[in-house]
Structure formats: structure tokens, C-alpha cells
């Protein structure tokens, strides 16, 4: 079957860094997405893996390992602003995409 | 802002209603997906649409239904509207199926 899992809720502090993990499951794989939501609030797309290894962009880096069927978000520099649910969801082959429950972030001043 | 509009942004309505919510997709996508997001859960997909035609179906109710027109924008229906209907129902488009999707604002629907 196709299964995501992430952890349902992280806690970190303003200015430190912290790593949100993605584990999957899923028949095929063609890529991993990562997306941020604000509570009541559309989903932002923020990256997407093809390829294994790391992907940097500002704050944020995104890390995929395709043999493994593991993924992680990093953020750095952590912001307030940066509390927030972020999902993770993968691109299976010939099907659609399925989306993890998502992380929930709070960030301590 | 994704692009991807929604209307209307708020929807409140009684039981056995029914409502028609509506979406437009960003300009050159022809792929349409409608999610539902009860409070505290995560997305849940309900149906897509490719270029007028329906590509794959999710968790979606047999009260619901869409439909994505020539002009390439879509319409979720749902009727017999029960109070466990009440959620955010975001829509999202894209270019091609299983590409990067951009989500709309979302149209909050309570059912009273």
C-alpha cells in the first residue's frame, strides 16, 4: 500500500535549526514535495526531489534518499513566522500524488 | 498568490443543503485537484480532472461530485450536506498530472 509518515508535532527555538523527517512507502516513486501551510491557510509549495541528495534554497534545504524512502526538511535560522504545518507528499508512478498528515511547528521565542 | 482562485471564501449553510463551490485554475494548467481539510487533519484528495476528463478519485462521498469544464475551471457539488462536512475544501492546479501543484485559498464551508 502507499503509506507517509512524519511526525505529528515538533517544538524548536527562534534562531536554531531543525530537521522534519519524512519516511514513505508508496509503488513507484517519480519525486518528493515539500509544502508549508499556515493554519487556515492554503498550502505553499517550498520544494520537490527528484534525484537523491541535497537540495539547498535559502533557509530551507530539502534531502532526499530514494533507497531508503526517507526525506527531511531542514530550516535554519528559524522565525517565528516559520510555525507552521509542513507536509510532505510524493509522486508516485501512474498515480496520484499522496500527501503525509504533515508536521506540526511551533517555534519558541 | 498561487494564481489559483476560489469562490466563495466562506459558505455557511444548514443540513440537507446542497452548495456548488468553484474554482479557476492558474493560466496553461489543465489539471484540476480538490482536497478536504477537516480542522486539525491533514489533506484529503477527493477527485482530479485533466483537461475536462476525470483522472483519479480519492476519498470522495458519493453526496459529492465535480467537474472541470471546457474553459478548464471546476466545480465541486455537494449536497445533503451533513454537520461532518464542514472543512476547508482547497482546490489546486497544475500543468500536467503529477507536477507541482498550486493550491487556491481555500473555501471554508460550515454546516449548521
Known amino acids: 500500500g502507499q503509506n507517509i509518515d512524519q511526525p505529528t508535532e515538533m517544538t524548536a527555538t527562534e534562531g536554531a535549526i531543525v530537521q522534519i523527517n519524512c519516511t514513505y512507502q508508496?509503488?513507484?516513486?517519480?519525486?518528493l514535495f515539500w509544502y508549508q501551510q499556515h493554519a487556515g491557510e492554503a498550502p505553499t509549495f517550498l520544494s520537490y526531489n527528484v534525484l537523491d541528495g541535497l537540495e539547498e534554497k535559502g533557509r530551507f534545504s530539502s534531502f532526499l534518499s530514494r533507497s531508503k524512502g526517507y526525506s527531511y526538511l531542514l530550516l535554519k535560522e528559524l522565525q517565528m513566522k516559520d510555525s507552521a504545518s509542513y507536509l510532505c507528499a510524493v509522486n508516485p508512478i501512474e498515480d496520484k500524488i499522496i500527501f503525509g498528515k504533515g508536521t506540526r511547528l511551533h517555534i519558541l521565542p | 498568490d498561487s494564481g489559483v482562485t476560489q469562490t466563495p471564501k466562506h459558505l455557511i449553510t444548514a443540513t440537507g443543503q446542497r452548495v456548488t463551490l468553484r474554482c479557476s485554475p492558474r493560466?496553461?494548467?489543465?489539471?484540476v485537484y480538490w482536497y478536504q481539510q477537516s480542522l486539525d487533519q491533514g489533506l484529503q484528495f477527493l477527485i482530479q480532472y485533466y483537461n475536462g476528463e476525470e483522472r483519479a478519485k480519492g476519498n470522495i462521498l458519493e453526496r459529492f461530485s465535480a467537474q472541470q469544464f471546457p474553459d478548464l475551471h471546476s466545480e465541486l457539488n455537494l449536497s445533503s450536506l451533513e454537520l461532518g462536512d464542514s472543512a476547508l475544501y482547497f482546490c489546486?492546479?497544475?500543468?500536467?498530472?503529477?507536477?507541482?501543484?498550486?493550491f487556491g485559498p481555500g473555501t471554508r464551508l460550515l454546516v449548521l
Open positions: 493560466s496553461g494548467d489543465l489539471s
Open positions: 489546486a492546479s497544475s500543468v500536467r498530472q503529477q507536477e507541482t501543484q498550486y
Open positions: 508508496t509503488s513507484g516513486f517519480n519525486g
